[in-house]
């Protein structure tokens, strides 16, 4: 298999030759040698972790594909990023303090954002909102 870089990969690929100076020999860089040296390693641990995500990505099977475009139900859209967060760890059966101790969040804001979730998906429990994202994700398979 074989690998193209992206624009983002090419750009990094380009910053770390101007930073090693093989790209750009008519201007020094103004950062100290120790600097240049670990920004580089930095680089070069980012390129290889992007190229080895991207491998494995590309190795899934269609339907593990599939579970990162999963459909919602009507309301999803409404919720912030820590209320959908909190749904699928309780929906993934974890309790109000795992969820909390989880996501760096004090168990009674666990339970603020369950009643967001709740409002918004129009569900009466933290079961209906399991049993509704499971139905979501069951249905996409």
């Not at 339907?63 to 699928?88: D, T």
């Amino acid at each position: 298999m074989s690998y193209a870089a992206t624009d983002a990969e090419a750009q990094a690929i380009e910053l770390v030759g101007f930073l090693d100076g093989t790209e750009v020999e008519s201007q020094p860089s103004p950062l100290p040698p120790a600097a240049k040296q670990a920004i580089i390693a930095e680089l070069d641990r980012a390129i290889s972790a992007i190229a080895s995500a991207k491998a494995a990505v590309e190795t899934l099977p269609p339907a593990r594909l599939a579970a990162s475009s999963l459909s919602h139900p009507a309301g999803w859209g409404r919720l912030r990023a820590r209320e959908r967060q909190v749904a699928h760890r309780l929906a993934a059966g974890e309790s109000d303090e795992e969820v909390a101790h989880a996501l760096g969040i004090s168990v009674a804001t666990t339970k603020s954002h369950l009643r967001a979730v709740l409002a918004a998906l129009s569900l009466r429990s933290r079961w209906e909102v399991r049993h509704v994202l499971t139905m979501s994700v069951e249905e996409d398979f």
